[in-house]
């Protein structure tokens, strides 16, 4: 089965620009995996931040972008807040009806 | 807004079955080109993603669960349940749902435990 990849973990400076990216085991993401992001922080669920590779959910800051860089999909964020330390999950369509979570990338905000 | 709530036992034995209930309020769970999707958490693990199923009945699942997993729908009741058969501790975990179609809603979550 195809594992979706993720950093398991990345840091940036308050204020700074970090990009968090989900890659394929094998192949390239493409928009026809219809990737989404979501944050979550300890004991809430996770919350929408982009889907279809880089429609920004209702109610999400701007800072929060997605794209897809080279063979994976991404997730900018500008200008990073202390609030923005979380975990980001990624999740990619595999078609035939299966969605496939990535394994997550903590990050922290220092 | 529409709003999920999670429901079910919060322990189940090994071998028996987990049942949770997902209940949308705030809308109709057959207005809109939907489907809804369990996903679960083991504790300080990664999101799993279980299945979904349309208003239709239609339903996918994850092939590493296929074998032990039902989601079905009742519209009368605006719910979609969840099904897992032959528990075991691995299936410890916070269960969430959540509406797809566009940008997923989810719902708090409900923490099941495997243990006799």
């Known amino acids: 089965q195809t594992v979706v990849t993720q950093e398991p973990a990345f840091s940036v400076s308050p204020g700074g620009t970090v990009t968090l990216t989900c890659g394929l085991s094998?192949?390239?993401?493409?928009?026809?995996?219809?990737p989404s992001w979501y944050q979550q922080t300890p004991g809430q669920a996770p919350r929408t931040l982009i889907y279809?590779?880089?429609a920004r959910s209702s109610g999400v800051p701007d800072r929060f972008s997605g794209s897809i860089l080279g063979n994976k999909a991404a997730l900018t964020i500008t200008g990073a807040q202390a609030d923005d330390e979380s975990d980001y999950y990624c999740?990619?369509?595999?078609?035939?009806?299966?969605?496939?979570f990535g394994g997550g990338t903590k990050l922290t905000v220092l | 807004q529409v709003q999920l709530q999670e429901s079910g036992p919060g322990l189940v034995k090994p071998s028996q079955t987990l049942s949770l209930t997902c209940t949308v309020s705030?809308?109709?769970?057959?207005?809109?080109?939907?489907?809804w999707n369990w996903i679960r958490q083991p504790a300080g693990k990664g999101l799993e993603w279980i299945g979904r199923?349309?208003?239709?009945?239609?339903?996918n699942y994850n092939p590493s669960l296929k074998s032990r997993v039902t989601i079905s729908v009742d519209t009368s009741k605006n719910q979609v349940s969840l099904r897992l058969r032959s528990v075991t501790a691995a299936d410890t975990a916070v269960y969430y749902c959540?509406?797809?179609?566009?940008?997923?809603?989810w719902g708090q979550g409900t923490l099941v435990t495997v243990s006799s």
């Open positions: 999740v990619l369509y595999m078609g035939t009806g299966i969605w496939v």
């Open positions: 094998s192949g390239s993401v493409s928009t026809s995996y219809y």
């Open positions: 705030g809308g109709s769970i057959s207005s809109g080109n939907y489907y």
């Open positions: 199923v349309y208003t239709s009945g239609s339903s």
């Open positions: 279809n590779t880089n």
């Open positions: 959540a509406r797809g179609g566009g940008s997923w809603d």
